[in-house]
C-alpha cells in the first residue's frame, strides 16, 4: 500500500536558519502529494501540493519540489521564524485507495 | 463561515458513556472522513464516506460507528468509552485528488 517516511522530529533551529525536511513516499501510479502544517492546538491546513512530477509547491515561504525519480517531496524554507513553530505533515494521495496517506509528522520549533 | 466545523471542540466524560461528534461542511465535497490524532501526533484514518456511502472502515472497534445523514454531515457516535479512546478527533472533507484536505478544528476527547 500507499506508505510516507519523514525525518524524525523534533527539530529545532534558530529563527533565521535553514530549514529542510525530508519526506519520502511509497505509492501506486502518480500520486498527488502534500505538506500541511499543524499549528499547536488547531487542526491541520495544507500548506502546498504537487500534482505531478517535476511540479514545486510553494507558499508562505516554504518550497517543495516532487521528485519522481527519488520519490521525494522534501520542504524547504530559507529563513524560518518563531511563527514556523508547528509540526508538519508529509502526505500523498494516489487515489486507489480514497485517502490521504499521511507521514508521521515532523515538530520544527524555532528559537529567537 | 467555517468550511468544516466540528462540535464540541473540548470533550470530557467518563469510563462507560455514549458520546457524539458532529461535523459539518460547507465547501460541497462528496467525500469526508474521521481521523484520530494520538499524544505523538500520529493519524489513523478511521472512516470515510463519499456521497452518504461509507467507503473506508479501517481496523476501529464497533464501539465507534459513523452515521452521514447527507453528503454535507459526518457524525461519530461512540459507545462505552475507553480510556484508550481519548485522543483529538477529527473530520475532514475532500474536493477532489488534487485538491487534499480541509480539515475541522477538532475535538479533543478526554475520557476518566
Known amino acids: 500500500g500507499d506508505s510516507v517516511t519523514q525525518m524524525e522530529g523534533p527539530v529545532t533551529l534558530s529563527e533565521e536558519a535553514f530549514l529542510t525536511i525530508n519526506c519520502t513516499y511509497t505509492?501506486?501510479?502518480?500520486?498527488?502529494l502534500f505538506w500541511y502544517v499543524q499549528y499547536p492546538g488547531e487542526g491541520l491546513q495544507l500548506l502546498l501540493k504537487?500534482?505531478?512530477?517535476?511540479d514545486k509547491g510553494s507558499n508562505k515561504g516554504f518550497e517543495a519540489t516532487y521528485r519522481k525519480e527519488t520519490t521525494s517531496f522534501h520542504l524547504e524554507k530559507g529563513s524560518v521564524q518563531v511563527s514556523d513553530s508547528a509540526v508538519y505533515f508529509c502526505?500523498?494521495?494516489?487515489?486507489?485507495?480514497?485517502?490521504?496517506?499521511f507521514g508521521t509528522g515532523t515538530k520544527l520549533q524555532v528559537i529567537p | 463561515d467555517t468550511a468544516v466545523s466540528q462540535t464540541p471542540k473540548y470533550l470530557v466524560t467518563q469510563m462507560g458513556n455514549d458520546k457524539s461528534i458532529k461535523c459539518e461542511q460547507n465547501?460541497?465535497?462528496?467525500?469526508m472522513y474521521w481521523y484520530k490524532q494520538d499524544s505523538k501526533k500520529f493519524l489513523k484514518i478511521m472512516f470515510s464516506?463519499?456521497?452518504?456511502?461509507?467507503?473506508i472502515n479501517e481496523t476501529v472497534p464497533n464501539r465507534f460507528s459513523p452515521k452521514s445523514p447527507d453528503k454535507a454531515h459526518l457524525n461519530l457516535h461512540i459507545n462505552s468509552l475507553e480510556l484508550g479512546d481519548s485522543a483529538v478527533y477529527f473530520c475532514?472533507?475532500?474536493?477532489?485528488?488534487?485538491?487534499?484536505?480541509?480539515f475541522g478544528s477538532g475535538t479533543r476527547l478526554t475520557v476518566v
Open positions: 465547501l460541497g465535497h462528496d467525500t
Open positions: 502526505a500523498l494521495y494516489s487515489g486507489g485507495y480514497q485517502k490521504v496517506t
Open positions: 475532514a472533507s475532500r474536493g477532489g485528488r488534487d485538491y487534499g484536505y480541509t
Open positions: 464516506y463519499n456521497n452518504k456511502e461509507l467507503i
Open positions: 505509492a501506486t501510479g502518480y500520486p498527488s
Open positions: 504537487a500534482t505531478k512530477a517535476d
